[in-house]
């Protein structure tokens, strides 16, 4: 129900405020507005206010703003000026682009409004953990090591690095630039295009198998009511071995109890430096294939305190800096996505990247989950993705029509009827398609 909820309340929110901004911008330029509808198909509710029906529909899939268009019905003399299509050039731009300029300020207010509230939690681009197998491991990353710069761009924090190696993965060879634990300068080669690897990273299967946070060999968390508290066992407890094997790592002795679901183990655990003996049971659970059975004790790996003092920071800027800040994550994420539409298009980025309305609600609910700011930082970032999206040369998109509408006004006459045809069919294959791809991959990740 969260998950509905929040994706719904997404939708309504920066669909409608996308509207809004082509509805404000067209009658300030004196044209007159049919129709307001957030969502597709027969109208559920509507109402007539201020010459304008405004209407809710069932498929929250996008919006439109209807306009009095000669192309589009007759219309009478009279109300001929205020027509869509005999504006001039620059009204009928602007009004287009008001859409998507609309969505990116969007952006900026929600991200300036997080950090002033919220703060800014800031993890620096080091690398804490690195999994094996995987691809950084196959590159030669080493604990310790903190990024520098990916392909020549500057790291500014671990989140920025990490996105842009992975939308990077399939453009060819990634240079990674790192300064070793030990202080020396080195170079990470990630060369993994069109690996199986990089297909389940795109298609969210897998990681690049790095992490800032360190984990430490204590346990960071002891599940109500598990085998794990039945034991006996705490938050900070350190298991060393397993009917009297050494386990040293953490691996090791949760490798063991996997293995043995159902079965009495001998603990002995290290509390505050004594040792403590304690016999556990590994509850038997089905694995999500429901091949296996395996066994769980209900506890969670600690992390590394002090290095997670050492990579991050926590601070709430004013409001001054807190919007400078939110202009350049947004003018960021902005660039980052239209590098990775270009990528598309020139096969340097997977099409597994591109996700659709099941993907964003599941986000949308998990981010409500954690908390309000993640939420807000949720919005503002598919604010700019409908509004980058929406700015691309693709007829049936706003940015289809500013470049109708650019080159009319470059010409001195509108573009024959029958190139805009020939676009708006083409435009509309691209999208049926992608809409198509979305869902294809949507439904791949759930029951993938």
Request: one cysteine or more; charged letters at 20%; a positive charge.
């Amino acid at each position: 129900m969260l998950t509905f909820i929040a994706f719904l309340f997404a939708i309504l929110l920066l669909v409608s405020l996308h509207e809004l901004g082509h509805l404000l911008v067209a009658r300030w330029c004196g044209i007159k507005v049919l129709r307001f509808s957030v969502g597709f198909g027969s109208p559920i509710y509507r109402k007539n206010w201020r010459n304008i029906e405004w209407c809710i529909a069932p498929i929250p899939l996008g919006g439109y703003v209807k306009m009095l268009d000669t192309r589009e019905g007759k219309v009478s003399e009279a109300e001929l000026p205020y027509a869509f299509d005999r504006q001039h050039p620059l009204k009928r731009i602007a009004t287009v682009a008001a859409g998507p300029l609309t969505n990116l300020i969007l952006a900026v207010v929600l991200y300036a409004l997080s950090f002033s509230v919220g703060g800014i939690t800031e993890i620096r681009p080091y690398v804490g953990t690195v999994e094996a197998p995987s691809i950084a491991s196959s590159a030669g990353f080493q604990a310790g090591d903190r990024i520098i710069a990916v392909n020549g761009k500057t790291a500014e924090n671990f989140s920025d690095a990490n996105m842009q190696i992975i939308l990077g993965l399939e453009a060819g060879k990634i240079n990674v630039l790192v300064e070793t634990e030990q202080g020396v300068r080195s170079e990470r080669l990630i060369d993994a295009s069109g690996t199986p690897e990089a297909e389940a990273v795109a298609k969210r299967r897998s990681s690049l198998g790095l992490s800032p946070f360190k984990r430490s060999e204590t346990i960071g968390m002891v599940v109500k009511g598990s085998p794990a508290e039945k034991a006996g066992l705490q938050k900070g407890d350190k298991i060393i071995a397993v009917n009297g094997k050494e386990t040293p790592k953490w691996e090791d002795w949760s490798a063991i109890t996997r293995d043995n679901a159902g079965r009495n183990l001998g603990i002995t655990y290290l509390r505050q430096g004594t040792e403590y003996q304690t016999t556990l049971l590994p509850a038997s659970v089905e694995t999500p294939d429901k091949r296996k059975i395996i066994g769980q004790i209900g506890v969670v790996q600690g992390s590394d305190e002090a290095w997670q003092e050492k990579i991050s920071r926590h601070y709430t800027p004013g409001l001054p800096e807190a919007v400078a800040l939110a202009w350049r994550k947004m003018t960021d994420y902005s660039a980052m996505t239209i590098r990775f539409f270009g990528n598309l298009i020139t096969g340097n980025a997977s099409l597994s990247h591109i996700s659709g309305p099941v993907t964003i609600a599941d986000i949308a609910g998990q981010t409500a989950r954690i908390s309000l700011q993640a939420y807000i930082e949720f919005l503002a970032i598919v604010s700019i993705s409908l509004g980058v999206m929406n700015l691309l040369p693709i007829p049936v998109l706003d940015g289809g029509h500013l470049v109708y509408y650019t080159a009319e006004l470059i010409r001195g006459r509108p573009l024959s009827q029958r190139i805009q045809e020939i676009g708006l069919r083409l435009g509309l294959a691209v999208m049926l398609a992608m809409m198509a791809l979305a869902f294809f991959n949507d439904i791949n990740r759930l029951f993938g």
